[in-house]
Nanobody
Framework: QVQLVESGGGLVQAGGSLRLSCAAS????????MGWYRQASGNQRELVANIISSSITNYADSVKGRFTISRDNAKNTVYLQMSSLKPEDTAVYYC?????????WGQGTQVTVSS
């Protein structure tokens, strides 16, 4: 089992920035994928970005050029740096780890972008 604890959400004005963090409760063996998903009210959960290693990343088209995902394997932590935020980025953001053929999820952190 892996527990994931997110932090860093909040309220920000459009054009602003936030950084989300997600710490895993244990060291993660390879291979694994760490990522962020989001779910806006009334919508399905969607992939925002994921990272397999420091050089293999994947982003949703809607966040390319604005969001950056990174990870610190020594701290078992994944980050999401969000810049140029838009009201449509408002959602609950969930941390995800894919490992051992399973998916593990954090509890979610609210990001609200005001216009």
């Amino acid at each position: 089992q892996v527990q994931l604890v997110e932090s860093g959400g909040g309220l920000v004005q459009a054009g602003g920035s936030l950084r989300l963090s997600c710490a895993a409760s244990r060291s993660l063996s390879s291979p694994n994928v760490m990522g962020w998903y989001r779910q806006a009210s009334g919508n399905q959960r969607e992939l925002v970005a994921n990272i397999i290693s420091s050089s293999i990343t994947n982003y949703a088209d809607s966040v390319k050029g604005r969001f950056t995902i990174s990870r610190d394997n020594a701290k078992n932590t994944v980050y999401l740096q969000m810049s140029s935020l838009k009201p449509e980025d408002t959602a609950v953001y969930y941390c995800n780890v894919k490992i051992w053929g399973s998916n593990f999820w954090g509890q979610g952190t609210q990001v609200t972008v005001s216009s």
